[in-house]
C-alpha cells in the first residue's frame, strides 16, 4: 500500500519582514513557579526530557486515565549510551497522584481499558491491556489492576500490537506483520496456499514455476535445483533479489513486502486467535462498531494491483466471526480514505480523505452510519490537516458518576488536532451543527489526548515545559495540571520565549516566524544569528511543536538567537499555502526564509557578521540552495538533505515527491525544472563553509545525496566538511541513537564557532 508521501522529509523555517505581531513570554498552565533562574539548558538535558502520550481514560468513568512516559535511561554496561523506555501510569485525575503500573527494562505500550460490568451490574474497568516485547516480537499482556501479574494473552510467532477491546469486553482486536513467504506458507491467512491476484513482477517467471519447485537446492544441478540454490541463498540472506518498486525502507532495502492482518482473541488464558482478513493485502486501523459484529479498516482499493503500485486505499467492513468476509464502506478512485472512526452510538462514522497522488492534505470527513453503509459522505469545511480523531468515549451501561447519560447522536462530539499557524490545538467538532471550536490555548501543542462526556486529559508541550499532563473540562476550560514529569530539571533553568512576527511575501501570502534571544541576553551586547529552518516541506514550526524544543533552547544557551518561520509550501496553513511551492523548492521559499533572516538582523543584539544558518531533510536542501544563491551566511550546515532531485528519484524512498510537485524527470519540460530547483546544479557557486551531515543508513532521502554534494564541493576546493553517522537513518535527530543525536547538537555549534564564535586572539580556526 503506497500512500502520498508529500509530509515526509522534516526540517526547515523562516520568513520575515513588517513585524506586526509580537508575543511575550506564553502564560501556560504548564509554567510554575521557579526559583532563580540561572542555569541554562545543557546538550545534556536531550536524556532528561521525559515524553508523556497513550492517554486512555477509564470507560467506566470512574476519575482513572492510563497514560505512557517515555524516558532516556543510561545503559549500565555502556558509558555514554543510553536507551529509550517506555512505561505505564495510572492517574487519579488529581494532581501528583499518577503511579507506575510498569516498570524495568523492557518497555510497555499502547494500554488500553477493557470495558466490563461486576457481578451486580454496576461498570467497573479492573483490567488493561498493553504490547510489551517477548524474545523480540510484540505481543498483547493482559494486567488486573486489583493485583496480580500480568499475563500474556497472545503468542503470535509474527508479534501482536494494536489492542482494541470488543464493546462488551470479551474480546480484543490486534494486528500482526505478516511477510510475503510466512504468508505463502501460512494455511489460516491463506487458505490453499494460493498466491496473490497481483503479478509478482518476476520476468519471465510465474509464482507457481518458484513455489510448486520440490528441487533440492544444488549448484550443480538442474534448473530446478539451481533456482532452489539461489532460493536458499535469499533464505540465508546471501542475496537480496529486488523485483517490487517500493524497496527501500528506513533502514535497510526491504525486497520483501509485508502485510498487516487483523485477529480476535477471547480473553483469556489459552486462548487462541483468529484471523479475521486473509490474503495478500494489508488492513490498517481496524476499529470495532458499537455492535461487536463487525470492524472496520483500510485496505487497497483494488486487491488485484500491486501493493506497490497501488494509490488508492478503501475503508471496508469485516465481519467479526472469523469468516473472512469484507464489505466497502467508502471507496473512490483516485482518493484515498483513512482513519476510520465510527461513533459511539454507530450514527456517525469520523475519517480522512484526501487526493491519492497530489500535494496537500487529507481533509476530515463525516458521514451518517446505518449498519455498515455511510451515507451523506461529505467533507467538512476545516482547511487543516486534523489528526488523532476520537470521539468522547461513552461511561459503561450502570454507571452513575458524574451523572453520565446515555449517549445519542444529537449530543456526540468528535475530538482532534490539528497544526495551526505555529501551534497544535485541540478541536471538537459537533457533527449535527457541523460547528468547530478550539478549545485549547494558544502557543501550545497537544500531543496525545483522551475525552469522555465531562473531561478532557491531554499531554501538552510548551516552552515553559515540554511535556505535561493536564485535564480541563469537556468545553476547554477550567484547566489543571495534573503531572509536570519535567518539572525537577527544569527548575532554574534560563528559557528562551519566541517571539512572532508577521512577513508579507512576494505572492501577498503572511509568512510567521518567531526570534528567539540569547538567553541571558546583556544589553549592549551583541550575538550570532542561527537561521534554523524545518523540512518536509510541510512540516510546521512554532511554540507548539515538540520535536525542536531542545535544539532550540539549546543554541539559545550557547549564546545564539534564534529565528525560525513557515515558509510557503509549510503545514498549518491550509492546501493553498501548501501548495505554494509546487514546482518552485527554491526560489520562493528562499525568499520568505531570508526576509525573516533580515528582519531578526535588525534586532539591536544581532551581530549582522555573525549569521549561520541550518536545517535537515528538505530544509538541509534548502541550506544548499541558498548558499549557492546568497552569502551572507559565514557558515552553514546541511543535515540529512536532498540536493538533485532527479538522483533523488532512485536515492529515497521519498522519491513520491518528485512527481508530486516536479513531474516525473521523462515527462515533458519536468527535467528542465527539476534542475532548475536541484542545488547541485549551483554547486560552483557555494563558496560558504560547509558541514553536511547524513545518516548511512538513511534510505528517505539516501546518503548519495550528501556524497555527491561534498565530493564536488573538494573538486571545487571550498571549505566542506562531510560527517557520515554510523547506523543512523532519517530519524536521528528525533529518535536515534541518544549519544549521536547529542553528537549532532555539538557539532552545530562547534562548526559555527569556528567561524562566528569569540574565540581568543589568533585562535580562529581558518
Not at 522534516?10 to 533562574?37: D, E, H, I, N
Not at 469486553?169 to 505463502?184: D, I, S
Not at 528562499?590 to 539591536?604: F, G, Q
Request: glycine fraction near 10%; charged fraction near 20%.
Amino acid at each position: 500500500m503506497n500512500r502520498n508521501l508529500s509530509l515526509w522529509l522534516l526540517l526547515g523555517l523562516f520568513g520575515g519582514q513588517l513585524a506586526l505581531a509580537q508575543t511575550p513570554p506564553q502564560s501556560s498552565s504548564t509554567a510554575r513557579p521557579l526559583s532563580v533562574k540561572t542555569a541554562k539548558v545543557l546538550v545534556t538535558d536531550l536524556t532528561r526530557i521525559k515524553q508523556v502520550g497513550g492517554i486512555q481514560l477509564a470507560p467506566d468513568g470512574s476519575s482513572r486515565a492510563l497514560y505512557t512516559l517515555t524516558t532516556t535511561e543510561p545503559q549500565p554496561d555502556a558509558p555514554d549510551e543510553f536507551d529509550y523506555r517506555t512505561h505505564i501510569y495510572l492517574s487519579g485525575l488529581t494532581p501528583n497522584s499518577a503511579v507506575a503500573l510498569t516498570r524495568g527494562t523492557e518497555s510497555a505500550r499502547q494500554p488500553v481499558w477493557q470495558p466490563a460490568k461486576s457481578a451486580n451490574g454496576t461498570a467497573t474497568s479492573q483490567q488493561i491491556a498493553f504490547v510489551r516485547n517477548v524474545k523480540g516480537k510484540p505481543q498483547i499482556f493482559i494486567m488486573p489492576l486489583a493485583g496480580g501479574e500480568a499475563y500474556a494473552l497472545t503468542n503470535v510467532p509474527y508479534g501482536a500490537t494494536n489492542p482494541v477491546f470488543s464493546p462488551d469486553g470479551k474480546r480484543l482486536l490486534f494486528t500482526a506483520n505478516v511477510t510475503f513467504a510466512e504468508l505463502q506458507a501460512d494455511t489460516l491467512l491463506n487458505p490453499g496456499k494460493r498466491g496473490p491476484l497481483w503479478s509478482i513482477e518476476k520476468p519471465g517467471l510465474s509464482l507457481s514455476a518458484l513455489t510448486g519447485s520440490t528441487a533440492k537446492p544444488n549448484p550443480d544441478g538442474s534448473l530446478a535445483e539451481v533456482r532452489a540454490y539461489l532460493t536458499k541463498d535469499e533464505t540465508d540472506k546471501k542475496a537480496k533479489v529486488i523485483t517490487r518498486m517500493n524497496f527501500q525502507g528506513e533502514a535497510t532495502t526491504e525486497p520483501m513486502l509485508s502485510f498487516q492482518h487483523v485477529y480476535v482473541i477471547d480473553v483469556r488464558e489459552g486462548a487462541t486467535p483468529r484471523p479475521l482478513t486473509r490474503g495478500f493485502a494489508s488492513y490498517l486501523a481496524p476499529v470495532w462498531l458499537p455492535n461487536g459484529q463487525t470492524i472496520l479498516a483500510v485496505t487497497d482499493r483494488d486487491p488485484a494491483q500491486h501493493p506497490d503500485r497501488e494509490y488508492d486505499s478503501a475503508i471496508v467492513a469485516i465481519s467479526a466471526d472469523g469468516s473472512g468476509t469484507t464489505t466497502p464502506v467508502l471507496s473512490e478512485a483516485g482518493k484515498s480514505f483513512g482513519n476510520p472512526t465510527p461513533s459511539p452510538s454507530g450514527a456517525w462514522l469520523a475519517y480522512s480523505v484526501g487526493q491519492s497522488r497530489d500535494v496537500g492534505f487529507a481533509q476530515l470527513g463525516l458521514a451518517t452510519l446505518n449498519g455498515t453503509t455511510a451515507t451523506n459522505p461529505k467533507q467538512v469545511a476545516f482547511d487543516r490537516a486534523a489528526g488523532g480523531m476520537a470521539w468522547a468515549t461513552v461511561a459503561t451501561a450502570g454507571q452513575q458518576r458524574r451523572g453520565a447519560k446515555t449517549t445519542t447522536p444529537n449530543d456526540e462530539g468528535l475530538y482532534f488536532t490539528a497544526p495551526t499557524n505555529g501551534d497544535v490545538p485541540l478541536y471538537r467538532l459537533n457533527p449535527t451543527t457541523g460547528t468547530i471550536d478550539k478549545l485549547t490555548a494558544p502557543e501550545r501543542g497537544i500531543t496525545a489526548f483522551a475525552a469522555d462526556q465531562n473531561w478532557l486529559v491531554y499531554a501538552t508541550t510548551a516552552v515553559a515545559d515540554p511535556s505535561a499532563l493536564e485535564m480541563a473540562a469537556v468545553s476547554g476550560k477550567n484547566a489543571q495540571v495534573l503531572e509536570q514529569p519535567n518539572a525537577g530539571w527544569l527548575t532554574g533553568k534560563v528559557l528562551s520565549y519566541p517571539e512572532k512576527r508577521v512577513y508579507t511575501n512576494s505572492k501577498g501570502q503572511a509568512i510567521d516566524y518567531w526570534i528567539m534571544k540569547p538567553a541571558g541576553l546583556q544589553a549592549g551586547k551583541t550575538y550570532p544569528l542561527v537561521l534554523n529552518m524545518h523540512g518536509g516541506p510541510t512540516a510546521m514550526w512554532g511554540p507548539g511543536e515538540v520535536s525542536m524544543w531542545h535544539e532550540l533552547q539549546y543554541l539559545c544557551a550557547q549564546g545564539y538567537g534564534v529565528v525560525y518561520a513557515n515558509p510557503r509550501g509549510s503545514g498549518g496553513y491550509g492546501q493553498a499555502f501548501q501548495r505554494a511551492n509546487v514546482r518552485d523548492w527554491g526560489t520562493g521559499p528562499a525568499e520568505d526564509v531570508l526576509a525573516a533572516a533580515t528582519a531578526a538582523a535588525r534586532e539591536a543584539w544581532v551581530d549582522t557578521t555573525r549569521q549561520v544558518i541550518t536545517g535537515g531533510s528538505y530544509a538541509g536542501y534548502l541550506t544548499a540552495w541558498i548558499v549557492a544563491h546568497d552569502n551572507r551566511f559565514k557558515a552553514a550546515f546541511a543535515q540529512r538533505g536532498v540536493y538533485d532531485l532527479t538522483t533523488f528519484m532512485g536515492e529515497g524512498n521519498a522519491y513520491n515527491l518528485v512527481p508530486n510537485y516536479f513531474g516525473y524527470p521523462w515527462d515533458a519540460g519536468a527535467k528542465a525544472i527539476l534542475d532548475a530547483n536541484s542545488p547541485y546544479s549551483f554547486v560552483q557557486n557555494i563558496k560558504t563553509p560547509l558541514l553536511i551531515k547524513h545518516g548511512e543508513n538513511d534510505l528517505r532521502t539516501g546518503i548519495i545525496q550528501s556524497e555527491m554534494m561534498y565530493k564536488s564541493l573538494k573538486i571545487l576546493n571550498r571549505p566542506v566538511e562531510y560527517v557520515r553517522m554510523p547506523g543512523a537513518t532519517h530519524e536521528l535527530s528525533r529518535s536515534g541513537n541518544v549519544r549521536q543525536r547529542i553528537d549532532r547538537l555539538l557539532r552545530i555549534w562547534e562548526f559555527f564557532e569556528r567561524f562566528v564564535g569569540d574565540p581568543a586572539p589568533n585562535a580562529r580556526v581558518k
